[in-house]
Structure formats: C-alpha cells, structure tokens
C-alpha cells in the first residue's frame, strides 16, 4: 500500500501565502517525478508544478513567480510554497507521485485525497 498525505492548506486573504506538504509513505522502491495539481468547481483538473528527482521543475504558466515546488527525497516529500495567492488560485490542490513500489515493478502514478486552498477577502 502506498499514501500520499497532503496538508497546509486553508482559507487565506488575496496576497497571502500558504505552505503545501504531500508525505508519500508504505511500500516504496523509488519515487520519480513528484507534482501538484489543482481542480476548481466546474474546471477539469491541471497542472501546478512538477518537480524530478534530480530537482527539475516546471510550473504552469498562471503559478510561475509565485509558486515554488521542492521536495526531500530522503522523506519522499514535495512542499509548494504558495506566495501572492489570488481568488483564482481557489482550487482543492492534489499531489502526485510517479514511483515504483518495488525495484522490478513498473511505475505508477499515486494521488492524495487533496487539500483546499480558499483565497478569499
């Protein structure tokens, strides 16, 4: 069995900031890329950032400059830090893994249950 366990999200005000964490735990080989992703109401589900193992990011056009994705491969965690957050960055925030449970397995990819990020005045 494999977890991803998300939290720090929360209600903020326009141009606060928020810290996201994502703990994947159990039966984990290696984790190769590590990312977060977003779904507001009524909107299909896209793409935040992703980070690689060897630190490679990329970020959505609509985050880049205010969101910075980094992760503690040693604790198989990916944090995003959320600065000069807006109402549009309103969204449930789902992280995501790309790993292998054991050396001869293929990867796959693991979501969180997700955590909601309210940017509201």
């Known amino acids: 069995q494999v977890q991803l366990v998300e939290s720090g999200g929360g209600l903020v005000h326009p141009g606060g900031s928020l810290r996201l964490s994502c703990a994947a735990s159990?039966?984990?080989?290696?984790?190769?890329?590590m990312g977060w992703y977003r779904q507001a109401p009524g909107k299909q589900r896209e793409l935040v950032a992703i980070i690689t193992i060897g630190g490679r990011t990329n970020y959505a056009d609509s985050v880049k400059g205010r969101f910075t994705i980094s992760r503690d491969n040693a604790k198989n965690t990916v944090y995003l830090q959320i600065n000069s957050l807006k109402p549009e960055d309103t969204a449930v925030y789902y992280c995501?893994?790309?790993?292998?449970?054991?050396?001869?397995?293929?990867?796959?990819?693991?979501w969180g249950q997700g955590t909601q990020v309210t940017v509201s005045s």
């Open positions: 995501h893994a790309d790993l292998k449970r054991l050396a001869w397995s293929r990867r796959n990819d693991y």
């Open positions: 159990g039966s984990i080989f290696s984790i190769a890329d």
